[in-house]
């Protein structure tokens, strides 16, 4: 009998049909599939042409390699159909999936950003704008502005413009109008975010979003008749912004990135970091500035988050329900539980997504039981002893592997919080796009044996923390990843009598 393989399939899937393709898949470089746990957690997500990109390799090579097994294989060599129908799209893909709705459109859309970018008037550009759409979908301008960005456009120079870009698509969305004149040239239309259910993340997001206004109100008035005592406490209730940002920058754009969606992640997330900057400044100068020195300097940063309420509601969130798959949103959901609610006392559960997660959580303990013995050089132990005890250590604990991907992490310190959705993918798509070159430098050096070790030691949430990096080597001295360990010292030097 013939075996055919579905790359349009899930690597558990196609397992469950063949379980010879597991010993199959390790041996040709893929030996992650052999750990139960691994193959529960992302093979549920994983396609075999999204594990060929994650690791860099060849496809051809890899299908040629399955033929040696007696595999043959058919469907979509690139892994990207089925992208946002929550069934069964890639979480991996790796080429950009986004389709223009036609060139002309794009290019128009593309040249007005540019247009902006040199220094025209928004007025102007506005105007020509409004003659050419009737109305944009999310997908468009994402596109419009990754293309500027491959075309040499620094980052930083998109981000800076980033305001004035939302500005000119107020009311002119495909999510704001009932007209939708390039739909017939797109295979689907994003999702509405209304349309999901109760206690879905985009829905809790959206919650917090609403939230956030009614801060955003309060503040404007207290900051336009100078009441600094409102404005001060307005401001303590904002620090809900390291939670609502953290998870759209950890649980979403990891995701958007394995799909090719870049740029408005990359953008986002630098205009994110400059907003919590801010509000750390304005309240560091509340106590000793009076209201007056502050007012348009505040009135113009409040108005900054006001317009990353609109760019998350009428293209991020939008993008995120195009392409994510219902298995992708219910990992989102469990991570969600982790971060925790920003603005909001609470939350309402999603009911498929806790279905999920309680069955997720009885597989995973189940598979983590029928571990055997880690046979160490300094002894053994079993699997799930060595998880408890990790789990038991008060630090934050990551490992990327010497292909730069991902692969496990435990973080009882609590310090920097990571999702399990973004297990499996390349380091740099969890990082804002200004920090990426340090990061690459850091791990080349230590491939290279340039050195072995980094410390930095920085107030992390108003707390005194050590960040360590640590080059992971065999006994030969080969490379076999990077670790990072992260430990709040507030104990100790409140034990040591220094607290300060």
Same mark, same amino acid.
């Given at each position: 009998m013939?075996k055919?393989l579905?790359?349009?399939k899930t690597v558990?899937?196609?397992?469950?049909?063949?379980?010879e393709?597991?010993?199959?898949?390790a041996?040709?470089?893929f030996?992650?599939?052999?750990?139960p746990?691994?193959l529960?957690?992302?093979g549920?997500?994983?396609?075999?042409p999204?594990g060929?990109?994650?690791?860099?390799?060849?496809?051809s090579e890899?299908i040629e390699?399955?033929?040696?097994?007696g %595999?043959?294989?058919?469907?979509?060599?690139?892994g990207?159909t089925g992208v946002?129908?929550?069934?069964?799209?890639?979480?991996f893909a790796?080429?950009?999936p986004?389709?223009?709705p036609g =060139?002309?459109?794009?290019?128009?859309l593309?040249?007005?950003l540019?247009?902006l970018?040199?220094?025209?008037?928004?007025?102007?550009?506005?105007?020509d704008f409004?003659r050419n759409?009737?109305?944009?979908?999310?997908e468009?301008?994402?596109s419009?502005?990754q293309?500027?960005?491959r075309?040499?456009?620094?980052?930083r120079?998109?981000?800076?413009?980033?305001?004035?870009?939302?500005?000119?698509?107020?009311?002119?969305?495909a999510?704001e109008t009932t007209?939708?004149?390039?739909?017939a040239?797109?295979?689907?239309a994003?999702?509405?975010?209304k349309?999901?259910?109760?206690?879905h993340?985009?829905?809790i997001?959206?919650l917090?979003?609403?939230?956030?206004?009614k801060?955003?109100d309060?503040?404007?008035?207290?900051l336009?008749?100078?009441?600094?005592?409102?404005?001060?406490?307005?401001?303590?209730?904002?620090?809900?912004l390291?939670?609502?940002?953290?998870?759209?920058e950890?649980?979403l754009m990891?995701?958007?990135?394995?799909?090719?969606?870049?740029?408005?992640s990359?953008?986002?997330?630098?205009?994110?970091?400059e907003?919590?900057r801010?509000?750390?400044a304005?309240?560091?100068?509340m106590?000793?500035?009076?209201?007056?020195?502050?007012?348009q300097?505040?009135?113009a940063?409040?108005q900054?988050?006001? =317009?990353?309420?609109?760019?998350?509601?009428?293209?991020?969130f939008?993008?995120?329900?195009?392409? %994510?798959? =219902?298995e =992708?949103?219910?990992?989102v959901?469990?991570?969600?539980?982790?971060?925790g609610n920003? %603005?909001?006392?609470d939350?309402?559960?999603?009911?498929?997504?806790?279905?999920?997660?309680?069955?997720e959580?009885?597989?995973?303990?189940?598979a983590?039981?029928?571990q055997?013995?880690i046979?160490?050089?300094?002894?053994?132990?079993s699997?799930?002893?060595?998880?408890?005890?990790l789990?038991?250590l008060?630090?934050?604990?990551?490992?990327?592997?010497?292909?730069d991907?991902f692969?496990?992490?435990v973080?009882?310190?609590?310090?920097?919080?990571?999702?399990?959705?973004?297990l499996?993918?390349r380091v740099e798509?969890?990082?804002?796009?200004e920090?990426?070159?340090v990061?690459?430098r850091?791990?080349?050096?230590?491939?290279?044996g340039?050195?072995?070790?980094?410390?930095v030691?920085?107030?992390?949430k108003g707390?005194?923390?050590?960040?360590?990096?640590?080059a992971?080597?065999?006994?030969?001295?080969?490379?076999?990843?990077?670790l990072?360990?992260?430990?709040?010292?507030s104990?100790a030097?409140?034990h040591?009598?220094?607290?300060?």
């Open positions: 013939e055919v579905d790359l349009n558990a899937e196609l397992v469950g049909e063949y379980p393709l597991k010993q199959a898949m041996e040709i470089g030996q992650e599939i052999t750990n746990v691994a529960q957690l992302m549920r997500v994983m396609t075999i999204k060929v990109a994650v690791k860099g390799m060849d496809l890899v390699g399955l033929k040696r097994y %595999f043959s294989v058919m469907g979509d060599a690139q990207c946002g129908s929550g069934r069964g799209g890639d979480a790796p080429t950009n986004m389709k223009s =060139e002309e459109r794009l290019g128009i593309k040249n007005l540019a247009r970018s040199s220094g025209e008037s928004p007025e102007a550009v506005r105007q409004v759409f009737k109305s944009v979908s999310a468009e301008i994402a419009a502005e293309q500027l960005i075309d040499g456009m620094p980052i120079e998109v981000r800076n413009l980033c305001d004035i870009h939302s500005a000119l698509f107020h009311g002119k969305t999510e007209e939708h004149p390039h739909q040239a797109t295979a689907t994003s999702p509405d975010i349309s999901v259910p109760i206690g993340p985009i829905h997001l959206c917090e979003n609403e939230e956030l206004a801060i955003l309060a503040a404007e008035k207290a336009t008749s100078g009441e600094k005592e409102s404005f001060a406490e307005c401001l303590k209730k904002m620090t809900g390291y939670v609502h940002y953290g998870k759209k950890m649980l990891p995701l958007l990135y394995r799909y090719g969606v870049t740029g408005p990359g953008i986002m997330w630098g205009v994110d970091d907003i919590k801010e509000l750390r304005i309240s560091q100068e106590a000793a500035d009076s209201m007056p020195s502050l007012q300097r505040a009135a940063w409040l900054r988050i006001r =317009e990353m309420i609109y760019k998350e509601e009428k293209i991020l939008p993008l995120t329900l195009r392409y %994510f798959t =219902e =992708e949103w219910f990992m959901y469990r991570d969600t539980l982790v971060f920003a %603005f909001l006392a939350a309402p559960p999603w009911e498929d997504g806790e279905i999920w997660v309680q069955k959580i009885a597989e995973e303990q189940k983590l039981a029928e055997g013995m046979h160490l050089p300094t002894g053994e132990v699997v799930p002893a060595l998880y408890g005890i789990s038991l008060p630090v934050d604990i990551t490992f990327i592997d010497k292909d991907i692969r496990f992490f973080n009882e310190g609590r310090i920097f919080e990571r999702p399990r959705s973004a499996g993918g798509n969890c990082h804002p796009a920090v990426v070159p990061i690459h850091l791990l080349e050096d230590f491939k290279t340039k050195r072995d070790s980094m410390e030691w920085k107030k992390i707390k005194p923390v050590s960040v360590q990096y640590f992971v080597r065999d006994t030969a001295g080969d490379y076999l990843g990077t990072e360990v992260v430990q709040d010292f104990k030097l409140e040591f009598g220094d607290a300060s």
